[in-house]
């Protein structure tokens, strides 16, 4: 299990929960952030930061939200696992669902 990110991330990216994670397993998209499932360790850290209250542990998802554990995963699809998400950078991309939505 991992913690996930989800829609009400979407338009806003606040990061608070970037500078709390203690393995940079949080990677920002062009519209939302996502949590890669490889390099979770499940600590929480995040969750309580969030100030829109848009991530959960995969297990508390609400019906509403429980495509973004697909979302969050289907990210990392050719990204992989890059053990870092201050490396990598930010990206200019986002999952096709994650895309598709109306601007907020």
């Not at 990216?13 to 519209?31: L, S, T």
Request: net charge negative; aromatic share 10%.
């Amino acid at each position: 299990m991992t913690y996930v990110i989800a829609a009400p991330c979407v338009d806003v990216k606040d990061k608070a929960c970037v500078e709390e994670c203690p393995v940079d397993c949080i990677y920002e998209g062009a519209r939302t952030l996502y949590i890669n499932p490889d390099e979770c360790v499940d600590c929480g850290a995040c969750e309580p930061v969030c100030p829109t209250s848009a991530i959960f542990y995969e297990d508390d998802l609400p019906a509403e939200y429980l495509d973004y554990a697909e979302i969050n995963a289907g990210f990392f699809a050719d990204l992989g696992a890059p053990g870092g998400a201050a490396r990598l950078g930010p990206q200019d991309f986002d999952h096709p669902t994650i895309a598709a939505l109306p601007p907020k």
